[in-house]
């Protein structure tokens, strides 16, 4: 049963996206310098999921902010989990309930790679890699031109969609503009640390989202074109490490090289081996599930304007990986070596055959692919390669028996998902987001990222789709994070359409 019963009836004005569009710009002319420091504000808290005093003072604040704008709030809390920020906000004879997910974690830092403190917002000119210099946070609204950025950890991933949200609802109710759908807020705070616990939230507050139509994830950046994107769906993740070995201790390089086996090099062989030159995985099976796209889909595909050589002169990249195009290689499951370590380099470097050899890697999969069979077809494709596959570091007996040992530690994961795009409450939002991005918005069937969205459509059986509203360029996931302030401005204007959309 609803734990909230209440409806709010005094927004009574319902208008097209276009006028809430020049609201929206009205707002932010009005606004523009508190919703910056409202911005720097939520950005000023830690927000790692293992630091629970800090991920709780984010809660709190999401909670109160929530609260102001007649949202009715729930901590959603397991021992030693961060919290979900739960809000509802009804409607009276609303026809639908859409509910928009966020997360309010972020990535942990390395305060060593950062040009500033990524807990202490710094307001920017432009983009630092085109020269932009540190200024004030402006002071009125003249000051503020939308090539300005913020950088801070989370600033483009994934706090702007909470601001977005929160001024969405104050132009709305200054306005005294008609919602029409049921709004649901769920703000998840371990979404970085793997959302581990979000099926147990799910599963243990079933009445809270059974009644959700739609779910709108707020998370991720537009397209590498600049231009504005719809996704209908992610890749799964999954992935494992592979540790291989030499001798039992590191030995002088002198006196054993050219006789002991190098753990590096047996690595490097066997990595070698599961792709060809193409960058292709030539593992057997690896791509025999991928799920084909929709006639809808493929149209989709087809119309998204190429961004291969503007990409190559970005990212400084001369050969990409395969023969298709970048938006083509979003749908085929990667395997990516994330990283490698063995001895020492550089100044570090000694004369040594070193242990072992460890890589990491991660895998990303599309519709179709099973994590824990794809994790398979790897292991037997090491067993090909001649290798016996262990779980710990390898006895003495087990070294004397076999002349190649990989240690295979497998990565926890979960699979793709993607909602079609001829729902008919897909077809509404697409019809009222082009109304606010114009026709240069950008259907993609798949997002190069993942996220849980399989608990949504595949447990909960719901659509959900994802709105980004983050620049490309944000430095996502590393140091110098940053956002666009033109991207904030374009994320309240398509949450406002969004929550009046008729």
Request: proline share 6%; hydrophobic share 35%.
């Amino acid at each position: 049963m609803r734990i909230f019963s209440a409806l709010f009836t005094l927004l009574v004005f319902t208008l097209s996206a276009q006028d809430i569009n020049k609201l929206a710009d009205q707002h932010i002319q009005e606004n523009g310098v508190q919703i910056l420091q409202d911005f720097k504000t939520l950005l000023s808290m830690p927000n790692v999921a293992f630091d629970l005093p800090n991920i709780n003072k984010n809660a709190a604040y999401i909670i109160k902010e929530l609260n102001k704008r007649n949202v009715e709030t729930k901590l959603l809390r397991m021992v030693g989990t961060p919290p979900i920020v739960y809000g509802y906000y009804p409607v009276k004879g609303a026809k639908r309930t859409l509910a928009f997910y966020v997360h309010y974690d972020g990535q942990p830092v390395d305060k060593s790679k950062w040009t500033n403190d990524p807990w202490e917002p710094v307001y920017y000119s432009e983009a630092m890699f085109n020269d932009g210099k540190p200024m004030d946070f402006p002071s009125k609204y003249d000051d503020i031109n939308e090539n300005h950025r913020i950088y801070a950890r989370s600033a483009g991933d994934d706090k702007a969609p909470i601001i977005t949200i929160l001024t969405a609802l104050d132009m709305i109710q200054q306005n005294k503009l008609k919602v029409t759908s049921n709004l649901v807020f769920f703000f998840e705070g371990q979404e970085e640390a793997g959302s581990d616990q979000l099926h147990q939230y799910l599963n243990d507050n079933r009445e809270l989202v059974d009644e959700i139509d739609l779910w709108l994830f707020c998370d991720g950046p537009v397209h590498q074109s600049r231009k504005p994107q719809l996704v209908f769906g992610v890749r799964g993740v999954t992935g494992m490490e592979i540790t291989t070995y030499g001798p039992n201790r590191p030995l002088h390089s002198g006196h054993y090289g050219n006789w002991a086996p190098v753990p590096g090099q047996l690595l490097s062989s066997l990595l070698a081996s599961m792709k060809d030159d193409d960058g292709n995985v030539i593992i057997e099976g690896f791509y025999d599930d991928i799920e084909p796209l929709s006639e809808i889909e493929k149209e989709a595909l087809a119309n998204i304007p190429p961004i291969d050589e503007e990409l190559k002169k970005e990212l400084g990249i001369n050969d990409p990986e395969g023969t298709e195009s970048y938006n083509e290689r979003l749908l085929r499951p990667s395997l990516t070596i994330k990283g490698l370590s063995s001895g020492n380099t550089g100044k570090l470097a000694r004369n040594v055959v070193p242990a072992t050899a460890t890589a990491s890697i991660g895998m990303r999969l599309v519709k179709g692919c099973d994590p824990e069979k794809q994790q398979d077809m790897v292991e037997a494709h090491i067993q090909k390669q001649g290798f016996h596959i262990v779980r710990e570091d390898p006895d003495q007996e087990t070294r004397m028996k076999h002349s190649k040992i990989a240690k295979v530690t497998r990565s926890s994961g979960y699979p793709a998902a993607r909602t079609s795009m001829d729902l008919p409450i897909i077809q509404e939002v697409i019809t009222r987001s082009k109304d606010v991005a114009g026709d240069d918005l950008i259907l993609m069937p798949t997002l190069g990222g993942s996220l849980p969205l399989y608990l949504f459509t595949d447990v909960l059986n719901k659509p959900a789709i994802i709105l980004p509203i983050a620049n490309h360029d944000n430095n996502q996931h590393a140091a110098d994070e940053n956002l666009r302030i033109g991207n904030l401005w374009y994320g309240i204007k398509l949450m406002g359409a969004l929550m009046t959309m008729e």
